[in-house]
């Protein structure tokens, strides 16, 4: 491998550098799926007219789509103390290496090593994402509310405005 006998480098990626390529696997493989050869085909007329523009659109297009992706799952990252939980898994696995009686080891099943992980601790995240989704969805539709009225008040104008019209005439 590389970095064989730096001391500095643990044997095992920790759970935060595990989680981080997962990341990048995703984002990589989404950049994939979104090909700029797709994006042209949807958009063939302008294409033909301003490749170039198309290309730069793209690009920004997809640089948006990372970074702001990025900084969602950092968001999730610093909300539910990440970072924290995978160093103090890791540290926890480390100890029980010292440990004579049979520890946690991995299954080999990644999906079930961090769902063994990760359940306890979403449980207790679960009933808090609920409470903020409820406030948000109670945002969501005051604006909609708010929307829909300013939508009548301006029908309301447009009518006084014909009739206005109408009686000049």
């Not at 979104?34 to 490749?51: E, H, T, V």
């Not at 109670?138 to 301006?154: F, Q, W």
Request: glycine share 4%; with cysteine; net charge negative.
């Amino acid at each position: 491998g590389n970095g064989d006998g730096d001391p500095s480098v643990p044997a095992t990626p920790g759970r935060a550098q595990v989680f981080a390529a997962v990341v990048d696997t995703f984002l990589e493989k989404l950049v994939t799926a979104g090909s700029y050869q797709r994006f042209a085909s949807c958009y063939r007329c302008f294409y033909k007219l301003q490749p170039e523009m198309t290309r730069s659109i793209y690009d920004q297009f997809v640089s948006q789509l990372q970074t702001s992706i990025k900084e969602e799952i950092q968001e999730v990252k610093e909300e539910g103390n990440l970072e924290v939980l995978f160093n103090s898994l890791d540290k926890i696995v480390e100890e029980a290496k010292d440990h004579k009686e049979p520890a946690w080891r991995p299954s080999g099943i990644p999906e079930e090593d961090v769902r063994s992980a990760m359940v306890p601790y979403l449980l207790k995240h679960r009933s808090y994402l609920q409470k903020v989704l409820k406030e948000k969805e109670e945002e969501n539709r005051k604006v909609a509310e708010s929307v829909l009225a300013g939508r009548d008040r301006i029908a309301e104008l447009q009518q006084l405005i014909q009739a206005r019209k109408l009686a000049w005439q």
